[in-house]
């Protein structure tokens, strides 16, 4: 087994820059970082720190100005937009803040929604087991209007575990839900790690949320600022302060509300 087969995703050097000559933003300035498989990791820092862009790279979203980026094995850094829309299809899961359900379709439709336009046959049993864990079976025939936001994202989190993601990207997660819900969707992220091996990448200004990682790999000014493994709140929120202290801009934990 290579060595990039441990990582569920990595990126080597990566750098990404937005314009160019003495206006350029260079938004990830030469980022080195492994998540290993099954790891919960959170990814924090200031505003501005480069966060958004590290997983849309990550993810395949955006082209990077220059380095390598690794999905499992494969170097996405090297594909074409074909198979990289393929792979990002069949390998990668997402969880946005804004839980992005289709309005007209039930719980059950769009938690399958991925796996039908992809022609993917649905595994029952699997289908049955994240419903279980997720605690949704009661609520696949409802529309999103009819669950409340905490549900809704469970059903995100369902429709991103079904296709077994190598890994799943979670941006802000808990941004829109208040305290109870935004607890247990990150008690279902913990268990999708913990009891179905799923990786989870997560992106968050909470160190509440963070505090449910394995690991918190922390960002300032487009680099690497260091990690905390087995995060608390307070180990999360004394790095953010060293963090943005090393850095011009303000938290965006003292901005957000
Ligand atoms: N499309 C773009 N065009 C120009 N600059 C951009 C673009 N996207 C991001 N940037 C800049 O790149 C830097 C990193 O932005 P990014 O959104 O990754 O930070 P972040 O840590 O996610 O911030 P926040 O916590 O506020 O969401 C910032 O200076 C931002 O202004």
Redesign the pocket.
């Known amino acids: 087994m290579s060595e990039s087969q441990r990582f569920a995703a990595s990126a080597v050097e990566l750098r990404k820059s937005?314009?160019a000559g003495d206006s350029a933003?260079h938004?990830l300035a030469g980022v080195t970082v492994a998540f290993p498989r099954g790891e919960f990791a959170a990814v924090m820092?200031?505003?501005?720190?480069?966060?958004?862009?590290?997983m849309q790279c990550l993810a395949g979203l955006d082209s990077v100005s220059s380095g390598q980026v690794y999905i499992d094995d494969v170097r996405i850094t090297a594909l074409s937009d074909r198979a990289l829309t393929k792979l990002r299809r069949d390998r990668v899961g997402f969880v946005f803040q804004s839980f992005n359900l289709v309005p007209t379709l039930t719980a059950r439709q769009n938690m399958l929604l991925p796996l039908s336009l992809a022609r993917h046959r649905v595994d029952r049993a699997w289908l049955d087991q994240v419903v279980q864990t997720l605690g949704l079976a009661d609520r696949l025939k409802h529309r999103p209007h009819e669950l409340s936001g905490g549900q809704q994202q469970r059903v995100a989190v369902a429709r991103a575990l079904l296709s077994r993601p190598a890994v799943i990207f979670a941006d802000e997660p808990t941004g829109n839900l208040d305290s109870a819900a935004g607890t247990e969707v990150l008690t279902l992220l913990r268990q999708a790690v913990s009891q179905l091996g799923q990786t989870v990448i997560m992106?968050t200004?909470d160190p509440v949320a963070a505090s449910y990682a394995d690991r918190v790999v922390m960002?300032a000014d487009?680099e690497l600022a260091g990690e905390l493994a087995n995060p608390t709140v307070e180990s999360v929120l004394s790095a953010l302060a060293q963090a943005s202290a090393a850095s011009p801009v303000q938290p965006?934990t003292s901005s957000r509300p």
Not at 45 to 54: D, E, V
């Open positions: 937005y314009g933003v938004a820092g200031p505003s501005g720190s480069g966060k958004s862009t590290l992106v200004h960002l487009g965006a």
